[in-house]
C-alpha cells in the first residue's frame, strides 16, 4: 500500500499544464492566466464626475453663493468641445468626462438653475477635485491587471474587457472523456436482468466533471471486450485530454482493464493500492501514443466519487494550470462519536460540515459507511480525515475536506447586525 | 431609501418558482427536484458478494478447515444456475450474485483450492451473512431516494441512475438575458474615443449567470434609442426566463431606460433607492405582456455585481425552486479597522475572507472602496456587513457574505493529522 499523499503527488506529477490558448472572454471563464494581464489603457480612460451637477471651476465658487454662465450639458458618452473660463459652469451627468478648466463637481442638489438652464447658482463653496473621478485613478497604463496563476473570475473578465482585452491566453479547461466498463453493466432502460446492475458512476462522475466547468465526453459503456475496450479508449485520446474510467482495477478483478491499459499505455500503468478506505484501488498512467493521462477509477460508487475528488480532480486542475489543486480542509468539531480499528489506512467518511451561530465548523457522519452506499455520498457535502488509530470522540476536532460551500448555513438571508440579535435571542 | 431586507422581499416575491421539466440527468445538474423520488429497485437488486472468494453455506464450515466440491465460478455480471447443496462451494467475484442455498462468502485468501479448481479448502469457519451485501440493505423499494427540494448533486445523478431514472422532473435551470445600456458604451475593438467607456458588466453579468449553471443569452448592447431598447427587450422576453439591464437606473440618468421600462411593464416598475452602499439604485418589475422579470442594476461595474448577488441571484434561485437563496452569512474576525460615517446605509464592502490554522473566519477589505473600482471585486471572495454606525476596530466580529469557497485555505492539500503537526511547527 502507498501513502495518499504518495499516489496524489505520483498522478498529478504527470498531469503538466496544457498549453496556453487564446479564448473569447465568455470561454475563459474560470480558466487560469499564464502570464500577467498590463493595463495599455488607463482607468477611468478620462477625467469624468462622480454625480450628476455643474462642472465648474473650483476658484469660481470661493464667497459662494455664485453665479455661473452654463456653456453647456454633458452627458455620458459625449464631450463638450470647449474648455470652462471664468465664471463658467457646465451641466454635466454621472461619468461624462469634465470639461478641460473645470476642476471641480458641484452635486445637482446644491444648485438653482435660472434662465432655462442657461446659469446656474452654486450654492456653497466647492473643494478643488470634488466629485471628479481622475483619469487612471484606478488603473494606469502598466498596471498589472490580473497577475500569472490568476483563475479568472467574472470580475476579472469585466477588468479585462475595460482594458478592451476581449480574447485572453489561458490555460484551457480539460476536456475529459468518462468511460465505464464491466459486463456487469446494464445498458438497457427496461427491467434489470438478473445478476446485472445499473451504471451510476458514469452519471456521478460527468456531473463532477461538468461542475468543475470543464468540458466532457460521454463515453458510455464497454463491457469486457477486449477490442471495444481498446478501440473506445484510443478513439477518445484522439479528442480528450485525460479519461476516467470506473470499474476493473481492484485486485481481484477480470484482468481486461488491466491488460489493455497495460498494453496501452507501454506498461507504465501503475496499479495502486492507497492506504485509504474506501478508494483504496487506483491505476494511473499516460496512454504511450498520446500521452493522454487515464483515472482507472474504482467500481464502486462512493469509492469512484471519493477517487475522483482525492486524484482526478487536483490532477485535472494541474492540466488547467491551477496552482491550487485541493479543496480545502478545516478542523472541525465533530457532534458524533467516529469509530474505526487500526488498519493502517486513512479513513473518509461522508459528512454534513455545518457552521454554527459563530462560524465554529460542526461535523457529523451521514449514515451508511460502506464504500457502496451511494446514498450516504449524496447527503454529504464534506469527507472527515480520519487517521489510523482508535477514532475519535464527540467534541473533538478532526480534519474535514470541504466538498462543497453553498449550504454550509440554514439561511445566509443578508442580516444586519439589528437583524441577527433578533433571531439569535 | 427602502431596507435590504425589504428589497429583497420585494424582488422574491415576484419570482416564483419555474414550472417543473423532465430533463435528462446530466442537464438536471444542480437543478431542484419538486416532487420526492421513490425507489422502484432495491439496492443491491440482488444479494451479492463483498469480496473475491468462494461462496459457502456457513453451516459446512463449522469445524474448518473443510474441503468443499467448487460447482461453477461466478462473475459480476453472471449468475449461476443452480443452487448450492451441503457440500458445496462456488467461486464467486465481488459484487457477482450470491447463489441459492449460499449465505456467506470466504475471502480467497483464506482458502486453498485443488483439483484444478474442482475442490476448495475453506481455512477458517464463516459466520453466516459474512461479506454477503443483502438485497435492499442500502435502499429497499418505496425509500425515498432524493426528497423534494432536494438540489441535485452528482451522487443524486448516480442514486437516480441506479433507480434506472434517466429523466427527472426539476424546476429548469432560469434562461437569463443580460444587456448593457448607455449610448457612452463603445460598442468597437479598436481605441475609445473620447467620452466613451468600454462595457465591463456584460461580461461579467453573463458570467455570475453561466457560474450558477444557468442558461445565458447575451443580448448585446443598446445605445440610448427608445425604439432600440424596446425591440430588444420585448424580443429577449420570448426566450428568457428573466432580464438583467444595467445602467439606466440612477436618479440623475436620462429617462430612456426608464420610460422604455416603464411602459413595457405597465407601470409596475418599481425604482427603488436601497438602503446600501454601493449599489442604492435597483430597477425591478415585470414586463406586461410576458410577466418577465427585469432586473434594472446600476451602471456602476461594482454596484452591478453586487447587486446581482443581493437581488439578482436570490430571486432567480427562488425561480429555479431552491430554497435556500442567500450566500452563507458567517461572523469573521475583521484583520483590519473598518472606518465609516452614520449615513443610514448598510455597507458593503469587498473584502477576502480566509481560515486560520484553526478554522476561525478572518476577514480583510481589499484596496480601493468606491463603487467604480472594479479591480477591488476581482481579488474579493466576500462582502463584509457594515452596519450604519461608525465602523468596527481590528479584531472585531463583524458579517461576511461568502462569496467563494475555493480559495479559503491558502492549500487545502489532504494533509493528515502527522503532516499538520510537521507543517504548524
Known sequence: MIQLREAQQFVINQCPPLGQLALPLQEALDCVIGDSVVATESIPPFTNSAMDGYAVRSADTVGAPVRLAVIGSIMAGQVLNEDLAPGQAARIMTGAPVPGGADAVCMIEETDDHDEGRSVTIRREVRRGEFVRQQGRDVGIGDVVASAGTVLSPAHLGVLANQGVLSVLVHPHPHVGVLST??????????????????????????????????????????????????????????????????????????????????????????????????????????????????????????????????????????????????????????????????????????????????????????????????????????????????????????????????LTRDGAVVTEHDRQMTMS
Open 182 to 407: 464491466g459486463d456487469e453493466l446494464y445498458t438497457g432502460t427496461g427491467p434489470l436482468p438478473p445478476g446485472k446492475i445499473r451504471d451510476a458512476n458514469r452519471h456521478s462522475l460527468l456531473a463532477l466533471v461538468r461542475r468543475e466547468g470543464w468540458n466532457v465526453t460521454d463515453l458510455g459503456i464497454v463491457g469486457d471486450d477486449d477490442e471495444s475496450l481498446r478501440q473506445r479508449l484510443t478513439t477518445a485520446a484522439s479528442t480528450c485530454d485525460a479519461i476516467i474510467t470506473s470499474g476493473g482495477v481492484s485486485v481481484g478483478d477480470l484482468d481486461l482493464v488491466r491488460v489493455v491499459l497495460d498494453d496501452l499505455s507501454g506498461r507504465t500503468m501503475r496499479w495502486m493500492q492507497v492506504a485509504i478506505r474506501p478508494a483504496k484501488p487506483l491505476a494511473f498512467g499516460l496512454l504511450a501514443d498520446s500521452g493522454t493521462p487515464v483515472f482507472g477509477l474504482p467500481g464502486n460508487p462512493v469509492s469512484a466519487m471519493v477517487s475522483f475528488e482525492l486524484f482526478a480532480r487536483p490532477a485535472l486542475r494541474a492540466m488547467g494550470g491551477h496552482r491550487s489543486l485541493h479543496r480545502p480542509v478545516v478542523p472541525a468539531v465533530t457532534d458524533v462519536n467516529l469509530e474505526r480499528r487500526r488498519d493502517g489506512k486513512l479513513h473518509l467518511l461522508r459528512a454534513r460540515v455545518s457552521l454554527d451561530n459563530r462560524g465554529g465548523w460542526h461535523v457529523e457522519t451521514t449514515d451508511g459507511q460502506e464504500s457502496h452506499h451511494l446514498q450516504s455520498m449524496s447527503e454529504a457535502n464534506a469527507l472527515i480525515l480520519l487517521p489510523d488509530g482508535s477514532g475519535a470522540r464527540a467534541g473533538d476536532l478532526v480534519d474535514v475536506v470541504v466538498l462543497g460551500a453553498n449550504d
